[in-house]
């Protein structure tokens, strides 16, 4: 019976040993993939011009890889942002510069692609609003225009202490 015992003891041991082991490998295999995945994805295909095909393996590699290898964690997410960008998606390059940042705030090349990606980015929302604004107006004045109204009779002017709108109305006489 304390035969039995015994090799049921050496048998858990050498389960969780094993167990121990499978982790320890998936966590290798994990970061090498990750920086495989890396390194291939620049040079097969960003350099390539495939761009959307290094945006997959880039994305593939920032869910293999660990997160204590900031390292290879920033650099999937620095050619992503740049592979983002390629593909003219902006908002999304902003997205993963700032998750660099969250992990490293003194990273160089983030930095100025923060700088650089935030601007395009406020531009285009700009533009994107006074294209949103024109067609409102457009559509106001097809409204309006039935009443022989149009939205230049309207004003809105913004109060400064609390900065709400005041819309105010001039008709204006036709000659």
Known sequence: NELMDELSVETKDVKKA????????????????????CAGAWCRFFKAGRYLDAYDLYSKALRLCP?????????????????YEKLDKMDEALQDVKAVLEIDATIP????????LSAVVAE????????MLDKLKGFGNTILGKFGLSTDNF??????TTGSYNINFSQTKKP
């Open 124 to 131: 285009r929302q700009e533009k994107m609003k006074a294209e």
């Open 155 to 160: 004003q809105m002017v913004q109060d400064p």
């Open 18 to 37: 094993s167990e121990a082991k499978e982790q320890g490998n998936e966590y290798v295999y994990e970061a090498i993939a990750c920086e495989f995945t």
């Open 67 to 83: 997160l204590e290898d900031e390292y290879a964690y920033n650099k999937a997410y620095m050619r992503r942002s740049q592979a």
């Open 109 to 116: 090349s983030a930095i100025d692609a923060e700088k650089r």
